[in-house]
């Protein structure tokens, strides 16, 4: 396996500096941009210019653009144009980036840029999945003031988040229910020794639940079915903005409902950005670069 690729890692949290470091100490020569952090010891380019220049592979973070719609880039003062990068790339350098969108990528075809999105590789989905899950976990012993053993619990959904989660939580001894809407899923559930319910049937929120995860993307925690929910119901969205809670409805009824977004890159960086370097590796060897 090639050892020694020319890596520029642009931009990006602490998963990025994982990735940096990691990718460096395997014997790749990486150098870094737009990332002005003490735990970096990759080497760091001055400009943007120098980066690519020395540079086969660019790296971009997860998610690669900021609401800005610039390359997210928390640890550097300044602005990194996605469009300055494409213009000044040649044709021959290949780029990574985490949840390229539809607009960033026909920006790519217009500057002919040949660019993988990693984030869509399912090694690092599950990998991700994994690690969100857990990060659920921790964000539910940091505010919650009960035993999880024999709390009763309600997933919506049961993708790789929904899995993960009711794995960990059965190691709690919680009292486990998993509302989905097929019925294969309604067969996994039962057989892993889960409750199961109709996601769409509002009288599964009824149940009394202590805690409710949501990983499904839709409008799934109506105002209708949280005025169901007891009073101290914890809830704890997962699903990616704008998610499947009516937050304000939720606050208004006086249930606590958090929107626990991006766990990976803060509650297990070093492991996430493992995952990431993994993927990319992975992919270079698919692709024999």
Known sequence: MNQNRKFAVIGGDLRSIRLANLLHMKGNFVNAFGICHEDLIAPRC???????????????????????????????????????????????????????????????????????????????TVANAMITAEGAMQTLLN?????????????????????????????????????????????????????????????????????????????ILTKERIMTLQKDCIIIDLASAPGGTDFDAASAYGIQALHALSLPGKTAPISAGDAIASTILNICNDLGV
Not at 63 to 84: G, Q, R, T
Not at 87 to 96: E, H, T
Not at 189 to 209: M, P
Request: glycine residues 8%; proline residues 3%.
């Open 46 to 124: 001055a400009d943007l210019t120098e980066a690519l220049d020395k540079s086969e592979l660019l790296i971009l973070p997860l998610p690669m653009l900021n609401k800005s719609d610039c390359i997210y880039a928390p640890f550097y003062k300044d602005s990194i144009e996605l469009n300055d990068l494409l213009r000044a790339m040649n044709k021959n350098q290949i780029l990574f980036g985490g949840k390229i969108s539809a607009g960033a990528k026909k920006r790519m075809d217009m500057h002919g840029v040949y660019a993988v999105d990693y984030f869509q590789r399912e090694d690092l």
């Open 143 to 219: 505010v919650y003031q009960k035993t999880v053993c024999s709390s009763k619990i309600l997933i919506l959904g049961y993708g790789r988040i929904g899995k993960f989660l009711a794995k960990i939580l059965s190691g709690f001894s919680a009292d486990i229910t998993v509302a989905g809407r097929r019925d294969d899923t309604r067969i996994w559930v039962t057989s892993s020794g889960y409750h199961y319910a109709d996601i769409h049937d509002d009288k599964t929120y009824t149940g009394a639940f202590d805690v409710v995860f949501n990983t499904a993307p839709n409008p």
